[in-house]
C-alpha cells in the first residue's frame, strides 16, 4: 500500500528541515551562538551580543535573512539636555507617547 502524495510530501519536507538543522549545528559547532527551531525557520543568535541581529532560516527554502535592531537618535529629553540656538530640538512627552504608541508619523 502507497501513502497518500500530501503524507509523502510531508515527510519530505520534514526529511529535509531535518537535514537543514542537522547541517547548520555541525558547521556551526563551537561557536556558542544560539540556535532555535521555530515553525518555519531556523533562528541563529548570538546571546552575549543580541545587537547583532538574528539570522533566520526558511526550512522549506533554505534562504537566509538577517533581522537587527535599528536605532534613531531623537534628541535630548526636554529640560536635560544642552540649550542654546546650536542644540538638537528637545524630546517631549508627547513625541514619545506618539511614538510609542504608533500616532507619530514614520521618517523611514
Same mark, same amino acid.
Given at each position: 500500500? $502507497?501513502? /497518500? /502524495?500530501?503524507? @509523502? ?10 537535514? #537543514?538543522?542537522?547541517?547548520?549545528? +555541525? ?6 551562538? =544560539?540556535?532555535?527551531?521555530? @515553525? ?7 546571546? +552575549?551580543? &543580541? =545587537? %547583532? +541581529? ?6 522549506? @527554502? ?5 533581522? !537587527? *535592531? $535599528?536605532? %534613531?537618535? #531623537?534628541? &535630548?529629553? =526636554?529640560?536635560? +539636555?544642552?540649550?542654546? /540656538?546650536?542644540?538638537? &530640538? /528637545? #524630546? ?6 506618539? @511614538? #510609542? $504608541?504608533?500616532?507619530?508619523? !514614520?521618517? *523611514?
Amino acid at each position: 500500500m $502507497t501513502q /497518500p /502524495p500530501n503524507d @509523502t510530501d510531508a515527510a519530505q519536507a520534514l526529511r529535509a528541515r531535518n537535514r #537543514l538543522v542537522q547541517a547548520v549545528r +555541525g558547521q556551526l559547532k563551537g561557536s556558542r551562538l =544560539d540556535i532555535r527551531e521555530l @515553525t518555519s525557520h531556523l533562528v541563529i543568535s548570538d546571546p +552575549g551580543h &543580541p =545587537d %547583532h +541581529g538574528r539570522i533566520y532560516i526558511n526550512y522549506a @527554502t533554505g534562504e537566509a535573512s538577517l533581522r !537587527r *535592531c $535599528t536605532w %534613531h537618535y #531623537l534628541g &535630548p529629553l =526636554d529640560g536635560h +539636555g544642552p540649550a542654546g /540656538p546650536d542644540a538638537d &530640538p /528637545p #524630546l517631549t512627552a508627547q513625541q514619545i507617547i506618539a @511614538t #510609542l $504608541t504608533g500616532q507619530a508619523e !514614520r521618517s *523611514c
